[in-house]
């Protein structure tokens, strides 16, 4: 589980000449990460620090460690790049044959363990990403699917906090949704 | 036991986020019963929700009156079905009223949908 810090960098380097404006992220653990900067402004929250003129050297992400960073990083650069190529794809939705692309590329990128689901909504949130924070709360809302309240506190490790009667208000509050 | 319940961590405020993309009201009211905390976060869902359709359901008018309240943003409210369910609820009075009167009360409530630009 080495930081793949090294990979994020390496496809910067093999632009030609055109001089990609560059911005250094640095995670809570003290790790840099060199970006272009119009993958770092994916993040609304960074795009704002740009603008403002305060990212000097590096912008400090004290919220956010290595490796939840990285993982960030990756989703914004597949999603510019994606982006950027905007190819008429429209016409494969027609066809019989796959989803979008980049659909099973975000399904394979949320297939991690809660915690670090977690981390990545919260990173998410605080670094203002949009399709980030949609794609990792989805997933969420998805393990909840057809799952009894019992079966969703044992999903999540989750204490039942209710009084037998407080429960029983709710159940009854929730009469409404089922037939 | 001792797993710890990572999605603790979430805020409130996030967790409303997750519950505004379930879209089946059946989940919703079991993520309601879950704790008091995804309690705060259902209730909090509703009010964010710009869109929200009881297609299908059948409500009650205390039940309605609590959802809508707590959906103060809403942009699109699909009433149709939820009138004709409340018609043939026995809880609602109207339907025991002539026609007319009934008739009246649903003008009113397309005036007021249409004001708010919510469709029927």
Redesign the interface.
């Known amino acids: 589980m080495a930081s793949s810090s090294t990979s994020v960098v390496v496809s910067n380097k093999e632009k030609e000449n055109k001089n990609t404006k560059k911005v250094t992220l640095k995670s809570s653990d003290g790790e840099s990460f060199e970006v272009d900067e119009s993958v770092a402004m994916e993040s609304q929250t960074i795009k704002h620090i740009i603008e403002d003129g305060c990212a000097n050297n590096e912008i400090p992400l004290p919220n956010v460690t290595s490796g939840i960073l990285s993982r960030v990083i990756e989703y914004c650069k597949k999603h510019k790049e994606a982006a950027g190529e905007s190819e008429p794809s429209v016409t494969s939705y027609t066809s019989n044959s796959t989803t979008n692309p980049l659909t099973e590329w975000d399904t394979e990128f949320v297939k991690v363990d809660?915690?670090t689901l977690?981390d990545l909504?919260?990173a998410a949130?605080y670094l203002d990403i949009k399709g980030l924070?949609?794609l990792t709360?989805?997933t969420?809302?998805d393990m909840?699917?057809?799952?009894?309240?019992q079966e969703?506190?044992e999903t999540?490790?989750?204490?039942?906090?209710?009084t037998p009667e407080?429960?029983a208000e709710?159940?009854k509050?929730?009469?409404?949704?089922?037939? | 036991m001792g797993e710890e319940a990572e999605i603790d961590r979430l805020p409130i405020d996030l967790l409303a986020h997750i519950f505004v993309l379930i879209t089946s009201f059946t989940d919703l009211a079991q993520a309601r019963s879950v704790c008091k905390k995804w309690k705060q976060g259902v209730k909090q869902s509703l009010a964010r929700r710009e869109t929200l359709s009881f297609a299908g359901w059948k409500m009650d008018d205390d039940s309605t009156a609590r959802l809508v309240r707590h959906a103060y943003n809403l942009k699109e409210l699909d009433m149709y079905t939820t009138l004709l369910s409340l018609l043939i609820s026995d809880t609602f009075p109207f339907s025991k009223l002539c026609p007319f009167v009934f008739l009246i009360y649903y003008e009113f409530v397309r005036m007021v949908v249409n004001t708010v630009k919510i469709s029927v």
């Not at chain 1, 909840?144 to 309240?149: A, D, L, R, V």
């Not at chain 1, 999540?156 to 209710?162: C, S, T």
């Not at chain 1, 509050?173 to 037939?179: D, L």
Request: glycine fraction near 2%; aromatic fraction near 14%.
């Open positions: 809660q915690n977690f909504i919260l949130n924070l949609d709360c989805k969420v809302a909840m699917k057809g799952k009894t309240p969703i506190r999540f490790h989750i204490k039942n906090d209710y407080e429960e709710v159940r509050e929730n009469q409404w949704a089922f037939e």
